[in-house]
Antibody, heavy 125, light 105 residues
Framework: EVRLLESGGGLVQPGGSLRLSCGAS????????MAWVRQAPGKGLEWVSS????????YYADSVKGRFTISRDNSKDTLYLQMNSLRAEDTAIFYC??????????????????WGQGTLVTVSS | IQLTQSPSSLSASVGDRVTITCRAS??????LAWYQQKPGKAPKLLIY???TLQSGVPSRFSGSGSGTDFTLTISSLQPEDFATYYC?????????FGQGTKLEI
C-alpha cells in the first residue's frame, strides 16, 4: 500500500523557519515526481512546489519562491520542504503528494495520488 | 493558468444528477484532474486526463472536455458524495487548482 506521512508542522513566529518532512512507503520513491500542496483554513487547495524524481529540477509557486526550498533524499524515501521567512498567510495544512507523469493506455497523463494526511503549519506571534 | 469552477456551491438531493464545470484561462489539452475532499481529510483523485476514472472510483462519476472547458458529472448522488470538488490543471507549471465546488445536501 502506498503511504505518505507528513511531519514537522507546528507553531512558528512570523519570520521564522520550519522544515516539513514526508516519509514515503509502498512504492519506488526515487522513480516519481513529488509535490507539496497547501490549504489555508477554510480555503481551497494551492500547489506549492514540485521536484523531479532525481531531485535535479524544482518548481515553485510565486507566493513561496525564494522563501521555500523543496528537496528529497531518495536513500531515505523522504521529501522535504524547508520554509523560511514565514508569514501569517503561510498558515495552512501542508500535504505531500505522489505525482504520476507517464503513459497510461497510450496517452501521456499526469495526476496527484495519493496524498498524505497533512501537517498543520501555524504562523503567529 | 487560471481555473474557474462553477458553481462555487451547490445544493442537491440523493439521486440527483449534478454537473460541475471548470474553465481554464488558456488551453490545457486534457491535462485536467478532479479531486474530492471531505472535511478533515486529504483530497482524493477521482478523474485524470479529463475523462479517465481512477481505479476504485464509482462509475457514477464521469468527466469530459478538452482545451478550456471541462465538466464533472455525478449521475446519481449518493450520501457519501457530499463533499468539495476541485479541478486541477497539470499542463503547465504552476499546477493550479480551481477554487472548489461545495456540494451540499
Amino acid at each position: 500500500e502506498v503511504r505518505l506521512l507528513e511531519s514537522g508542522g507546528g507553531l512558528v513566529q512570523p519570520g521564522g523557519s520550519l522544515r516539513l518532512s514526508c516519509g514515503a512507503s509502498g512504492f519506488i520513491f526515487s522513480a516519481y515526481v513529488m509535490a507539496w500542496v497547501r490549504q489555508a483554513p477554510g480555503k481551497g487547495l494551492e500547489w506549492v512546489s514540485s521536484i523531479t524524481a532525481s531531485g535535479d529540477i524544482t518548481y515553485y509557486a510565486d507566493s513561496v519562491k525564494g522563501r521555500f526550498t523543496i528537496s528529497r533524499d531518495n536513500s531515505k524515501d523522504t521529501l522535504y520542504l524547508q520554509m523560511n521567512s514565514l508569514r501569517a498567510e503561510d498558515t495552512a495544512i501542508f500535504y505531500c503528494a505522489k505525482v504520476f507523469e507517464g503513459y497510461s493506455s497510450g496517452s501521456f497523463v499526469k495526476w496527484f495520488d495519493p496524498w498524505g494526511q497533512g501537517t498543520l503549519v501555524t504562523v503567529s506571534s | 493558468i487560471q481555473l474557474t469552477q462553477s458553481p462555487s456551491s451547490l445544493s442537491a438531493s440523493v439521486g440527483d444528477r449534478v454537473t460541475i464545470t471548470c474553465r481554464a484561462s488558456q488551453g490545457i489539452s486534457s491535462f485536467l484532474a478532479w479531486y474530492q475532499q471531505k472535511p478533515g481529510k486529504a483530497p482524493k483523485l477521482l478523474i485524470y486526463a479529463a475523462s479517465t476514472l481512477q481505479s476504485g472510483v464509482p462509475s457514477r462519476f464521469s468527466g469530459s472536455g478538452s482545451g478550456t472547458d471541462f465538466t464533472l458529472t455525478i449521475s446519481s448522488l449518493q450520501p457519501e458524495d457530499f463533499a468539495t470538488y476541485y479541478c486541477q490543471q497539470l499542463n503547465t507549471y504552476p499546477y493550479t487548482f480551481g477554487q472548489g465546488t461545495k456540494l451540499e445536501i
